[in-house]
Protein backbone atom coordinates (compact mmCIF):
# COMPACT_ATOMS: atom_id res chain seq x y z
CA UNK A 1 0.00 0.00 0.00
CA UNK A 2 1.44 3.24 -1.07
CA UNK A 3 1.73 5.90 1.05
CA UNK A 4 2.46 9.65 0.82
CA UNK A 5 4.73 11.71 4.07
CA UNK A 6 4.82 15.78 3.63
CA UNK A 7 7.15 17.79 5.57
CA UNK A 8 8.34 21.41 5.14
CA UNK A 9 5.35 23.30 6.01
CA UNK A 10 5.70 26.34 8.70
CA UNK A 11 5.97 29.36 8.88
CA UNK A 12 7.18 32.45 6.88
CA UNK A 13 7.01 35.94 6.70
CA UNK A 14 6.19 37.36 3.43
CA UNK A 15 8.90 37.47 0.41
CA UNK A 16 10.92 34.53 2.56
CA UNK A 17 11.31 30.64 1.15
CA UNK A 18 9.99 27.27 1.87
CA UNK A 19 10.63 23.73 0.47
CA UNK A 20 7.80 21.19 0.60
CA UNK A 21 8.82 17.08 0.30
CA UNK A 22 6.16 14.73 0.17
CA UNK A 23 7.94 10.81 0.15
CA UNK A 24 5.87 7.85 -1.46
CA UNK A 25 6.74 4.53 0.38
CA UNK A 26 5.63 1.33 -1.11
CA UNK A 27 5.71 0.74 -4.73
CA UNK A 28 4.78 3.61 -7.36
CA UNK A 29 5.27 3.70 -11.09
CA UNK A 30 7.83 6.70 -12.34
CA UNK A 31 4.93 7.14 -14.80
CA UNK A 32 2.87 8.76 -12.80
CA UNK A 33 2.38 12.60 -12.35
CA UNK A 34 2.65 14.28 -9.18
CA UNK A 35 0.75 16.93 -8.55
CA UNK A 36 0.62 19.69 -5.50
CA UNK A 37 -2.63 21.31 -4.43
CA UNK A 38 -3.67 23.39 -1.55
CA UNK A 39 -6.82 24.24 0.72
CA UNK A 40 -7.16 28.05 1.71
CA UNK A 41 -9.77 28.74 4.53
CA UNK A 42 -12.99 28.88 3.22
CA UNK A 43 -11.91 28.27 -0.07
CA UNK A 44 -12.21 25.09 -3.00
CA UNK A 45 -8.57 23.09 -3.29
CA UNK A 46 -7.00 24.80 -5.94
CA UNK A 47 -4.15 22.37 -8.15
CA UNK A 48 -1.43 24.34 -7.82
CA UNK A 49 1.58 22.71 -10.11
CA UNK A 50 2.34 19.27 -11.67
CA UNK A 51 4.86 17.48 -13.20
CA UNK A 52 5.34 14.97 -15.20
CA UNK A 53 7.07 11.32 -15.38
CA UNK A 54 9.67 13.27 -18.11
CA UNK A 55 9.92 16.24 -16.41
CA UNK A 56 7.37 18.25 -17.69
CA UNK A 57 5.45 21.29 -15.39
CA UNK A 58 2.76 23.68 -14.98
CA UNK A 59 1.97 25.94 -12.77
CA UNK A 60 -1.39 28.05 -11.66
CA UNK A 61 -0.53 31.54 -12.54
CA UNK A 62 -0.61 33.04 -9.16
CA UNK A 63 2.56 31.39 -8.35
CA UNK A 64 4.41 30.96 -11.48
CA UNK A 65 8.02 32.64 -11.75
CA UNK A 66 7.76 31.91 -7.77
CA UNK A 67 7.37 28.30 -7.12
CA UNK A 68 8.96 25.63 -8.84
CA UNK A 69 7.65 21.67 -8.64
CA UNK A 70 10.27 18.74 -9.24
CA UNK A 71 10.76 15.36 -8.44
CA UNK A 72 13.69 12.45 -7.92
CA UNK A 73 12.11 9.06 -9.00
CA UNK A 74 15.04 7.32 -7.72
CA UNK A 75 13.72 8.42 -4.32
CA UNK A 76 10.14 8.13 -5.26
CA UNK A 77 9.92 11.96 -3.81
CA UNK A 78 8.35 15.18 -5.18
CA UNK A 79 9.11 18.81 -3.83
CA UNK A 80 8.04 22.29 -4.20
CA UNK A 81 10.51 25.24 -3.63
CA UNK A 82 8.59 28.00 -2.75
CA UNK A 83 9.90 31.74 -2.96
CA UNK A 84 8.79 35.08 -2.61
CA UNK A 85 5.70 34.06 -0.50
CA UNK A 86 2.37 36.44 0.09
CA UNK A 87 0.18 35.94 2.53
CA UNK A 88 -2.42 34.80 -0.34
CA UNK A 89 -0.38 31.70 -0.42
CA UNK A 90 -1.37 30.62 3.03
CA UNK A 91 -2.85 26.92 2.90
CA UNK A 92 -2.71 23.82 3.49
CA UNK A 93 -0.48 21.82 1.01
CA UNK A 94 -1.27 18.16 -0.38
CA UNK A 95 1.11 16.28 -2.65
CA UNK A 96 -0.89 13.60 -4.90
CA UNK A 97 -0.18 10.72 -7.19
CA UNK A 98 -3.29 9.72 -8.62
CA UNK A 99 -6.53 9.15 -7.49
CA UNK A 100 -7.14 8.71 -4.06
CA UNK A 101 -3.23 9.07 -3.30
CA UNK A 102 -2.88 12.12 -0.95
CA UNK A 103 -0.41 13.38 1.49
CA UNK A 104 -2.17 14.38 4.59
CA UNK A 105 -1.30 17.97 3.84
CA UNK A 106 1.12 20.38 5.50
CA UNK A 107 0.36 23.59 7.00
CA UNK A 108 2.18 26.84 5.11
CA UNK A 109 0.94 30.08 6.99
CA UNK A 110 2.86 33.29 5.43
CA UNK A 111 2.54 36.06 7.79
CA UNK A 112 2.52 40.58 6.20
Known amino acids: QVRLVESGGGLVQAGGSLRLSCAASGSIFSINTWRWYRQAPGKQRELVAA???????NYVDSVKGRFTISRDNAKNTVYLQMNSLKPEDTAVYYCNLGVGLWGQGTLVTVSS
Open 51 to 57: VTSGGST
